[in-house]
């Protein structure tokens, strides 16, 4: 199981651009990368997911370099709502159970007025 | 859809009680899993289900066991309740087979147990 390693917190301020690195070393051929956010007393809740270089969505930007070691989830101009715990998950594509993705203690983000 | 229930939300038991947590997927989701979290372990896999078994397991005591049902409902029962298993109870479920986001879970709001 590919282990992930990612700040125990964070600060930013509102409308600033927020990014989160994970590092994850021994990624194996068939791992993608997921994030997921948890807002307090929440489930987590799935933000994007990627295999290599970038991907977007209405939410978030996932970049992946090629050695795909490490990845970084960008949250353009946060918002006092993007206080959460964020966290980053690599996996198998194909097979296997939830069981193998691991969570972990996550990113603390706290977004300042 | 509806999305993940989990049922009770609040919890009060006292040690060496049970105790039964009961989680209800999104339709169609033949995949449950569960998950404990507390601030000092974070969020720790207990076990997936799939079609009524057991697919994987975390490493927990035999006292937490779980058990799902074939409309995919499912329920996980801890036994001799310690105080340590105070926490935030999840349950998550997935579908099979994947549709582009792979292994993508939906998360119930959870359970919070207490023991006291």
């Known amino acids: 199981l590919a282990k992930t390693t990612q700040p125990i917190s964070m600060d930013s301020y509102e409308g600033q651009e927020v990014n989160i690195t994970c590092s994850h070393n021994?990624?194996?051929?068939?791992?993608?990368i997921t994030w997921y956010q948890q807002f307090p007393s929440q489930g987590p809740r799935f933000i994007i997911q990627?295999?290599?270089t970038k991907v977007t969505n209405e939410v978030a930007s996932l970049f992946i370099p090629a050695d795909r070691k490490s990845s970084t989830l960008s949250l353009p101009r946060v918002s006092l709502s993007d206080t959460a715990v964020y966290y980053c998950?690599?996996?198998?594509?194909?097979?296997?159970?939830?069981?193998?993705?691991?969570f972990g203690k996550g990113t603390k983000l706290s977004v300042k007025p | 859809k509806a999305g993940v229930t989990q049922t009770p939300r609040y919890l009060i038991k006292t040690r060496g009680q049970q105790v039964t947590l009961s989680c209800s997927p999104i339709?169609?989701?033949?995949?449950v899993s569960w998950y404990q979290q507390t601030p000092g372990q974070g969020l720790q896999f207990l076990f997936e289900?799939?079609?009524?078994?057991?697919?994987n397991k975390g490493n927990f005591p035999g006292r937490f066991s779980g058990r799902q049902f074939s409309n995919s409902r499912s329920e996980m029962n801890v036994s001799t309740l310690e105080l340590g298993d105070s926490a935030l109870y999840l349950c998550?479920?997935?579908?099979?087979?994947?549709?582009?986001?792979?292994?993508?879970?939906?998360f119930g709001p959870g359970t919070r147990l207490t023991v006291l």
């Open positions: 998550a479920s997935s579908s099979r087979p994947r549709t582009g986001i792979y292994n993508e879970q939906f």
């Open positions: 021994n990624i194996a051929t068939n791992d993608y």
């Open positions: 990627g295999y290599k």
């Open positions: 998950l690599v996996g198998p594509m194909y097979g296997g159970s939830q069981g193998n993705l691991i």
């Open positions: 339709s169609g989701h033949r995949s």
């Open positions: 289900y799939f079609s009524e078994t057991q697919r």
